[in-house]
């Protein structure tokens, strides 16, 4: 995804890094290719519920974003099927969209988590799971 995001426009700067420590890897990424160190927009889409400490994923994406910048994550709702540990590792069983919005607020400030209209299924398995979205906006004042 990342190199077809790459060759359809030049503003938009995709690299590979750790969740929980972006500003991190943006500096060991900056030795091999030009990463800028903020961001006018973070994505995150269906990665959430792979990393153990979401509280720092959104203090990371806040680090790196510039004043007024946002943040959007899509993710999974809270769903029984355990087996995801083992079959896709993934960490979390999805989320409550309260729980989101909880610590959305106490990084940003403010946040209001949506449940989507779609599912994510597995065609493969008949499982689904509901899907949010919780958009994010850096304050221009400091937290």
């Not at 680090?63 to 899509?74: D, L, Q, R, T």
């Not at 969209?97 to 299924?121: D, H, N, Q, W, Y």
Request: charged share 25%.
């Amino acid at each position: 995804m990342l190199e077809v995001l790459a060759k359809r426009t030049t503003r938009i700067t995709p690299f590979v890094g750790l969740a929980e420590n972006i500003p991190e890897s943006i500096e060991q990424a900056r030795s091999h290719i030009a990463v800028p160190r903020t961001f006018d927009f973070v994505v995150s889409t269906l990665m959430l519920h792979h990393c153990p400490d979401v509280k720092k994923v959104f203090s990371s994406f806040q680090k790196v974003m510039k004043p007024g910048g946002m943040a959007i994550v899509v993710d999974l709702c809270e769903h029984p099927f355990v087996e995801f540990r083992e079959e896709m590792g993934d960490y979390h069983l999805g989320f409550k969209p309260s729980e989101i919005e909880a610590l959305a607020r106490e990084t940003f400030g403010g946040a209001k988590v949506k449940k989507l209209p779609k599912m994510c299924s597995c065609s493969a398995s008949g499982r689904s799971a509901d899907l949010f979205i919780c958009p994010m906006t850096k304050s221009n004042q400091p937290r």
